[in-house]
């Protein structure tokens, strides 16, 4: 069993700053990608940015040269830098990571519990 937890969520002023943490524990062999996704009410839930094992990020339109999603995987952990933070940025956030459990190398999805950031002043 893999379990991920989030921490680092919070109330926030705009223009403000927050770094978010996802760390996983368990029958973990390795990680591939790690990523973040966030749910504002009333809405679907949309990736943020994601890492690939060696450092390949990716992220939304909306969040880029704001976030920075890094990763130690020393530690089965990865971070998400926010900055410059606006009130759309409003929503629970989620980790999810592909975990390999054993050495078939098949990858499994697992998702944090989620942690509510607001942007509000």
């Known amino acids: 069993q893999v379990q991920l937890v989030e921490s680092g969520g919070g109330l926030v002023q705009p223009g403000g700053s927050l770094r978010l943490s996802c760390a996983a524990s368990?029958?973990?062999?390795?990680?591939?990608?790690m990523g973040w996704y966030r749910q504002a009410p009333g809405k679907q839930r949309e990736l943020v940015a994601t890492i690939t094992r060696d450092d390949k990020t990716n992220y939304a339109d909306s969040v880029k040269g704001r976030f920075t999603i890094s990763r130690d995987n020393a530690k089965n952990t990865v971070y998400l830098q926010m900055n410059s933070l606006k009130p759309e940025d409003t929503a629970v956030y989620f980790c999810?990571?592909?975990?390999?459990?054993?050495?078939?190398?098949?990858?499994?999805?697992?998702w944090g519990q989620g942690t509510q950031v607001t942007v509000s002043s």
């Open positions: 999810k990571m592909i975990v390999v459990i054993d050495t078939t190398l098949r990858g499994y999805n697992y």
């Open positions: 368990g029958s973990i062999f390795s990680i591939n990608t």
